[in-house]
């Protein structure tokens, strides 16, 4: 018992020593006019066209989303692709597939479809990928993006210890994990 105790403090402060001071991102875009200029510096509008594409792959992208969180404190079960129990990648392959997206079924060969991504560019829809083994050489986990919250990403997974969960990338396990992002949509 003692030694679940400390070890817990342990975990609690390692956890407790992240950055104190966060990012602040500005939307809001300014502009500047120079006197005596005519020239029009206003920020230009995306054309339509591209607005309605990145509309419909935000669509699909909450729709697998959805998908996924529907399988959300669904219990682990390794090879598992249903209600009864799933793993990480059956929980990725059957939200995609139930979403007209054809994909491999497991992590590791998930991990060579798509276009990696550096981890600032994440966004809903793309796919982490892990590697939890000490001695294992190849990727074993993936999640799927929930949310971006700034530096915050939430990402959907199922864990052998707790089943189908929304984790965050910022946790000490999951950040040390981390091997790389690969968008799919």
Not at 46 to 61: D, L, S
Not at 72 to 91: F, I, N, P, Q
Request: proline fraction near 2%; aromatic fraction near 8%.
């Amino acid at each position: 018992m003692l030694r679940k105790t400390i070890i817990l403090l342990l975990l609690f402060t390692i956890s407790a020593c992240g950055p104190g001071k966060k990012r602040r991102t500005y939307s809001k875009t300014r502009t500047v006019t120079v006197e005596g200029s005519t020239e029009d510096t206003s920020p230009k509008k995306e054309p339509e066209r591209v607005r309605k594409k990145e509309g419909r792959k935000n669509a699909k992208a909450n729709e697998i989303i959805s998908t996924a969180l529907t399988f959300s404190g669904t219990r682990y079960k390794y090879g598992g692709t249903t209600k009864r129990g799933m793993d990480c990648s059956g929980l990725v392959y059957v939200s995609l597939r139930e979403n007209d997206i054809m994909f491999p079924r497991t992590s590791y060969q998930m991990a060579l479809e798509g276009n990696k991504i550096r981890v600032n560019d994440v966004e809903k829809g793309d796919l982490l990928f892990f590697k939890t083994s000490k001695t294992g050489r190849r990727i074993n986990h993936v999640g799927l993006v929930v949310d971006v919250d700034g530096d915050d990403i939430k990402f959907i997974h199922a864990t052998t210890s707790r089943g189908v969960l929304v984790s965050s990338l910022r946790e000490g396990y999951w950040n040390s994990a981390f091997v790389k992002a690969m968008r799919i949509l």
